[in-house]
């Protein structure tokens, strides 16, 4: 047998960090609990988890802010814990680099599907070293998250890179902006989808829109990755 994945849960309320370290010990994870967010941010940085469940309100930093400090070093997945009634945010969730969220209180069946969900979806990252995407001047690396461009190496957060990474293994596919935001974030809702327009506009910054190949706004619909 491989080594277990390891899940950090990050809650401010022990009975709660028990209960759901119980149930994913019982799915074959280990777990460790931290109660506190500047305890959560060196506990990640320190146990290396393959994945994050992070309460919103949390004492020393919110869970907005673990975020944000986590994103700074880590692609491991998030997935962000808020209570019923708690104003939250899903578009910033979304853009500091969280990867899911659920509503508290939630069925265990539930917690326990979404981890899984959001694992497998990350693990297709970081499986093959030769998966690499070539294009006039722009090559994207996914076994290391890095873009070369004209030469030179760009540095792109987690949610861009794969924003742009999906988008150019289908070149010339129209994608919709909630298409895109479920295939990327997971997130299967109809709504504010300002979150995709953000990290589009943040590549673009990067990679010349002049350029022959790009992400390109197909009007009323959506974005492809394509020639001028």
Wanted: net charge negative.
């Amino acid at each position: 047998m491989g080594e277990k994945q390891r899940i950090l849960i990050v809650d401010d309320d022990k009975h709660i960090a028990e209960l759901i370290s119980l149930y994913l010990e019982k799915e074959g994870y280990e777990t460790k609990e931290v109660y506190d967010g500047r305890e959560a941010v060196q506990a990640e940085k320190a146990y290396q988890p393959h994945l994050v469940l992070l309460d919103l309100m949390l004492p020393g930093l919110d869970g907005y802010q673990v975020c944000t400090e986590v994103r700074k070093e880590s692609r491991v997945p998030i997935i962000m814990l808020t209570a019923k009634g708690e104003t939250f945010d899903k578009v910033l969730g979304l853009e500091l680099g969280a990867d899911d969220y659920i509503v508290k209180p939630f069925e265990p069946k539930e917690m326990v599907a979404r981890v899984k969900a959001v694992l497998r979806r990350f693990e297709p990252m970081h499986e093959s070293d030769e998966n690499i995407l070539r294009f006039p001047n722009l090559e994207i690396n996914i076994s290391n998250y890095s873009v070369t461009y004209y030469g030179k190496s760009l540095e792109f957060p987690p949610k861009e890179f794969e924003l742009l990474y999906y988008l150019a293994q289908h070149p010339n596919r129209v994608f919709t902006r909630e298409q895109l935001l479920d295939r990327i974030w997971g997130y299967e809702y109809v709504g504010d989808t300002r979150t995709v327009d953000v990290h589009v506009k943040r590549i673009r910054e990067k990679l010349h829109a002049e350029d022959e190949w790009g992400i390109r706004t197909v009007w009323s619909v959506g974005y492809k990755f394509g020639q001028k």
